[in-house]
């Protein structure tokens, strides 16, 4: 990757130019990664579900869970 910098009188990187090419390859990984769902929406509900109990000091002892299971 082709990458030149842009710096100001005291030296310190400013700026930064790349190849139109590496932009759009930079992109294309920017937009894929912004369309990957990481959790389903039940899994979301269940997840801040966990959370609120966990504040409120009512999460589930795994001990307890592994032995009913």
């Given at each position: 990757?082709n990458?030149?910098?842009?710096?100001?009188?005291?030296?310190?990187?400013?700026?930064?130019?790349?190849?139109?090419?590496?932009?759009?390859?930079?992109?294309?990984?920017?937009?894929?990664?912004?369309?990957?769902?990481?959790?389903?929406?039940?899994?979301?509900?269940d997840?801040?579900?966990?959370?609120?109990?966990?504040?409120?000091?009512?999460?589930?002892?795994?001990?307890?869970?592994?032995r009913?299971?």
């Amino acid at each position: 990757m082709n990458i030149q910098y842009i710096t100001n009188e005291k030296g310190r990187k400013t700026a930064v130019v790349v190849s139109l090419n590496e932009w759009e390859k930079i992109m294309a990984k920017v937009r894929a990664f912004e369309e990957m769902e990481f959790l389903t929406p039940e899994d979301e509900r269940d997840r801040k579900q966990a959370v609120s109990e966990l504040q409120k000091g009512e999460a589930l002892d795994l001990r307890e869970a592994l032995r009913e299971w």
